[in-house]
């Protein structure tokens, strides 16, 4: 079992920078790719970006694509959301997860789940 918590959401205005951190505990003797999803109100959860379980590899949705980083620091068993440029439109709850295998934009994919940290990007 794994068990995973999101910090670092907030209230930022729109252009500003965000980092959120995702923190794992539990059985974790071999974590695999990690992925962050958001979900805005009235929306289906949607992915962000995916890092592979070394960190040398990453994912990410269109959307996000160069203005999101992923990172991972793998002795703190914590995973990173950095956010430049924010929209309003990236307005949601932020989640993160763990894959069963390797980096995927596949929400059935992901077998551990936090509980989600707010982020909210005013105009």
Do not use: H
């Amino acid at each position: 079992q794994v068990q995973l918590v999101e910090s670092g959401g907030g209230l930022v205005q729109a252009g500003g920078s965000l980092r959120l951190s995702c923190a794992a505990s539990g059985s974790i003797l071999n974590i695999n790719a990690m992925g962050w999803f958001r979900q805005a109100p009235g929306k289906e959860r949607e992915f962000v970006g995916s890092i592979s379980r070394g960190g040398g590899s990453t994912y990410y949705a269109d959307s996000v694509k160069g203005r999101f980083t992923i990172s991972r620091d793998n002795a703190k068993k914590t995973v990173y959301l950095q956010m430049s440029g924010l929209k309003p439109e990236d307005t949601a709850v932020y989640y993160c997860a763990v894959s069963r295998s390797g980096i995927t934009d596949r929400r059935g994919a992901y077998l551990y789940w936090g509980q989600g940290t707010q982020v909210t990007v005013s105009s």
